[in-house]
T-cell receptor, first 113, second 114 residues
């Protein structure tokens, strides 16, 4: 699985847009980029997934440049409840099995009032 | 609520003991995954089962074992427990075949080894 690098922590204020960038220089052709959110003492929650260009859902946007060596998770107008750890994962979508996830250290986002 | 259930929620035991953690996947999900998260540590993948068969193995100790039953629920057995096994243990499930890495995580079992 491709190794990912993301900032250890970030601070923001309520109402601001937050962009968290993840580097994955050795991403493979069949790898997808997925982001999870985890609150303290809770299991991670899927946020968004993409392969290239831009993906948007009701929660976030994911921007992936043409070379796919990095990606940016964008959270619009964050609130205090967005304070959490955000994990970037890179790996293939496998329909058979072995859908193993490797979580790195994640980015601790602190949203302040 | 992810639809994945785990029992018990908390477990306190002593070193050298054996415990069993239980997970029921979302309805329709064939894959079950187990993860360990120690205090202030990232999530470590332990093992995956798909429709009753082991499919992927991560950093799972030999003292740990798991299985998935015909009704698709899974159990993680931890034996000869050590202080360092104290952690949150998460179970996740997914519909393998639908593609993607979207796994639905349960609320976790907090294991404390004294």
């Amino acid at each position: 699985l491709a190794k990912t690098t993301q900032p250890i922590s970030m601070d923001s204020y309520e109402g601001q847009e937050v962009n968290i960038t993840c580097s994955h220089n050795n991403i493979a052709t069949n790898d997808y980029i997925t982001w999870y959110q985890q609150f303290p003492s809770q299991g991670p929650r899927f946020i968004i997934q993409g392969y290239k260009t831009k993906v948007t859902n009701e929660v976030a946007s994911l921007f992936i440049p043409a070379d796919r060596k990095s990606s940016t998770l964008s959270l619009p107008r964050v609130s205090l409840s967005d304070t959490a750890v955000y994990y970037c994962l890179v790996g293939p979508r496998r329909g058979d099995a072995g859908n193993m996830l490797t979580f790195g250290g994640g980015t601790r986002l602190m949203v302040k009032p | 609520d992810s639809g994945v259930t785990q029992t018990p929620k908390h477990l306190i035991t002593a070193t050298g003991q054996r415990v069993t953690l239980r997970c029921s996947p979302r309805s329709g999900d064939l894959s079950v995954y187990w993860y360990q998260q120690s205090l202030d540590q990232g999530l470590q993948f332990l093992i995956q089962y798909y429709n009753g068969e082991e499919r992927a193995k991560g950093n799972i100790l030999e003292r740990f074992s798991a299985q998935q039953f015909p009704d698709l629920h899974s159990e993680l057995n931890l034996s000869s427990l050590e202080l360092g096994d104290s952690a949150l243990y998460f179970c996740a499930s997914s519909v393998v075949g639908a593609g993607g890495h979207e796994q639905f995580f349960g609320p976790g079992t907090r294991l404390t080894v004294l």
